[in-house]
Each structure stands twice: as C-alpha cells, then as structure tokens.
Nanobody, 122 residues
Framework: VQLQASGGGLVQAGNSLRLSCAAS????????MGWFRQAPGKEREFVAA????????MYADSVKDRFTISRDNAKNTAYLQMGSLKPEDTAVYYC????????????????WGQGTQVTVSS
C-alpha cells in the first residue's frame, strides 16, 4: 500500500491543523493506521493509532485530549486532527500502516508515508 501524508504547515501556538493520509494500492480497511513524528535530533515517536474498524484508538500522553485520530475507509484516508498546538509539536509527521492491530511501536508498521512538516510558532 502507498501512503501520502499531507496537510502540514506553519501555524501559531494554540491553533489547529488537520493532517490527512491517503492510501492507495491495497485494501485500506485491512490495516490499522498510525501517526508518528520526528523532530530534529530526536527519535521518531508514536503519536496516535487507530484500529481497522475505528473501534480502538490510542494516543501518546503528550497529545492526548488535544489530537484526534480518525479514518474513513470509504475514502481510503486516515486523519489526525491536531488542536491546541504547542511549539513542541513541531516535527515531521508520518503516517504508517500496520497489517495487524494498532501499535505504539514503529517497527510493527510495514508501510510508511513520506512525511509532512508541521511547524508551530510561539
């Protein structure tokens, strides 16, 4: 499956942004989806994940209650709605697909998008 992340940009702290991850090439509904991010000089970290049916979601503590992950299997797209953005949310955000269940571990994900830059100014 091919993944294309989009929606990044430059925003002021406190504002919102929605990222999209469009999938093609295989049955999107067969994959749990995750979002990860990587800031300069730091390791890639888990942000959020959603199960194939949207029944289960999970979040990193740092984004819980501010970010919402969702998906539309009819549109082959996953989303990450980000609210109350902080400068420390600045990173390249990646979407990824997992043929099993949602996971916090990046090595459980088989397919990765190219990343979209999110920059939050103070």
């Amino acid at each position: 499956v091919q993944l294309q992340a989009s929606g990044g940009g430059l925003v002021q702290a406190g504002n919102s942004l929605r990222l999209s991850c469009a999938a093609s090439g295989s049955s999107f509904s067969n994959y749990a989806m995750g979002w990860f991010r990587q800031a300069p000089g730091k390791e890639r970290e888990f942000v959020a994940a959603i199960s194939r049916s949207s029944f289960t979601t999970m979040y990193a503590d740092s984004v819980k209650d501010r970010f919402t992950i969702s998906r539309d299997n009819a549109k082959n797209t996953a989303y990450l709605q980000m609210g109350s953005l902080k400068p420390e949310d600045t990173a390249v955000y990646y979407c990824a697909a997992n043929p099993r269940s949602g996971s916090r571990r990046p090595d459980n994900y088989v397919y990765w998008g190219q990343g979209t830059q999110v920059t939050v100014s103070s």
